[in-house]
Structure formats: structure tokens, C-alpha cells
């Protein structure tokens, strides 16, 4: 297995760092998929053991880096797996913010290493100087690769776009100080509202006049924990209620350049957070529902 990857523009290498820092304050461990068009950052639930991945991050290389080679398994399995730890990762790129250059590459020294070389300017001269770090890496074998595949999810009830994620991340954090848990609920007329609820008070965050991307129907409430809001067909309301932190921690993607974050919500399971950037990055975050 063999690759090799650089990175000249400072753009890309701003980005690349916040994406990675993101990355970091979702989970310590991490799989990274490098593929011929792609690189795939990978995070499973670290409680659950073997499970669908809870965020998936697709980076177009073609954007990204000046060169990329990689030679894979063999000719049938030509994608590498490497798992690390995301921290180690994300504190190596901090140096990139005045690079001229980053080198990825895998190599072997005590044991095999993601080997990171940084050309950075140096402060009293015209010259640069070299930093490198090298990342310990598990290669994981073949037969667990099925294990980190993109999840595979039923269509949602209603898909919405997201107000800027600053303004959520605000209401979140300081919604999760006093409620572990939130619900999440968005109508096909536009509305998204967060809710959480204490011995007390109830507190509700609404925003309207937000795109509707998808809406799959009337949503059957006859068992649900949904109040009716003045004027509202219930029948086009969905909801799920999630873990707080969880949704916080999606929502520190703010730091990310991105045009557009939609939010999916299969009723009472699932909400799925996507976000997109201009240059083709797509993050997604898989929240499992909480039901009693």
C-alpha cells in the first residue's frame, strides 16, 4: 500500500484543519478511507462497539491536493482503511495555518505512521523550514471494512434547511445546560422548532420561513408527544428527540466553510445533519432518536 498527497494552497489547507478540528471534537478515534477519488473521514459511536458510522466526511481530492497518489490492497480492494487518533491529527495541522506546504504520506518507522511534512516560513529569515510529524496508525484489515461503509437510511419525513449554524450552536448550548435531551421538530411549511422540557419550565426556539428540500407525507401523531401550534396541521409536523451534545458538537462545524446544512428527520428515529461546502465537501452526522 502505498500513498502520497501535497497541498499548496492556503485555502484549501485553512479548510482542511477546520474539517479535521471538527472531526476531533466529535470523537478521539477515527478511520480515514483513502480512495482513488476521495478521502473519507469516518467516526463511529465509541460506546456501541461494531455500528453504522455517526459521521461520514467526503473530501474531493481533485479540490484539495496538487498530487495524490495512492496504491491500494490489490487490484480488487484498492482503498486503504487506517484508524488513528483524531486529536493527534488535528493538533499536527495546526501549523498549517501559515504553510506553504503539507506532504501526507505513509511510512514505517517503529510502526506504520501517517507522516506529515510541513513547510512553514521561517520568522527571521527568508528561508522555510521543515516540520514533521508522524501519526501512528492501526491498518485495518479487509474483513472489517464492512464495518465503516456509508449508513444506508430509510427516506426521511421531511427534510429542512438549516438557519446559520452559529446562531443554532447559541440556542443549543445554552439549551443543553439545562436538558440532556431535545426535539427536534420541522413542518413541510417551513417551520423548525427546538424544544427541551424540565421539572421547571418549557423552553421552545422557533424559526420559520426556512426551505423545505423533501417532505414524504402526513406524519401519523395518534401516539405522539407533539403539541399543536396555533394554525398548524399536525399531519405535516415531524419530530425525534436527541441528545443535546450530540447536536452541539455537530453544530461546532460552524468553524467550516459551507453554503447550505439540511436537516433530516425520519419520524421519531433519525435526524440526519448534512453539510456541504463550495468546493464539494459533504459532512454528515447520524443522530439516533431517543424513545421511551
Not at 499536527?92 to 512553514?120: H, N, R, W
Not at 510529524?133 to 485495518?140: G, L
Request: glycine share 4%.
Amino acid at each position: 500500500m502505498k500513498f502520497r498527497a501535497v497541498m499548496i494552497d492556503a485555502g484549501p489547507m485553512r479548510e482542511f484543519t477546520n474539517i479535521v478540528t471538527t472531526i476531533s471534537k466529535l470523537s478521539k478515534e477515527c478511520v480515514l478511507r483513502i480512495a482513488s477519488d476521495q478521502l473519507y473521514f469516518i467516526v463511529s459511536d465509541e460506546n456501541s462497539g461494531p455500528a453504522p458510522p455517526i459521521l461520514w466526511c467526503e473530501i474531493p481530492h481533485s479540490i484539495f491536493f496538487s498530487e495524490y497518489q495512492m496504491v491500494g490492497l490489490d487490484e480488487q480492494h484498492k482503498d486503504i482503511y487506517l484508524g488513528f487518533n483524531s486529536g493527534n491529527l488535528a493538533r499536527s495541522l495546526i501549523t498549517l495555518k501559515s504553510a506553504k506546504t503539507l506532504k501526507m504520506k505513509l511510512t514505517k518507522k517503529q510502526g506504520p505512521c501517517l507522516t506529515l511534512d510541513i513547510e512553514v516560513p521561517s520568522a527571521c529569515s527568508q528561508q522555510t523550514r521543515q516540520v514533521t510529524h508522524d501519526i501512528p496508525i492501526v491498518v485495518i484489515p479487509r474483513k472489517m471494512w464492512s464495518d465503516f461503509q456509508e449508513p444506508r437510511t430509510p427516506q426521511p419525513d421531511v427534510s429542512i434547511e438549516l438557519p446559520t449554524l452559529k446562531q443554532l450552536r447559541t440556542t443549543i448550548d445554552r439549551m443543553k445546560t439545562m436538558a440532556a435531551e431535545v426535539v427536534i421538530r420541522a413542518s413541510a411549511e417551513g417551520r423548525l422548532t427546538l424544544q427541551i422540557k424540565t421539572d421547571m419550565a418549557k423552553v421552545s426556539t422557533r424559526f420559520k420561513d426556512l426551505r423545505v428540500e423533501t417532505y414524504g407525507g402526513p406524519i401519523d401523531h395518534s401516539d405522539s408527544e407533539s403539541e399543536t401550534q396555533i394554525n398548524e396541521d399536525m399531519s405535516k409536523v415531524c419530530h425525534c428527540r436527541v441528545d443535546a451534545k450530540k447536536l452541539s458538537m455537530f453544530l461546532s462545524a460552524d468553524s467550516i466553510s459551507h453554503n447550505r446544512t439540511v436537516c433530516s428527520i425520519i419520524h421519531k428515529k433519525l435526524v440526519i445533519l448534512c453539510l456541504q461546502t463550495e468546493e464539494n465537501v459533504k459532512l454528515q452526522c447520524f443522530i439516533t432518536g431517543i424513545v421511551y
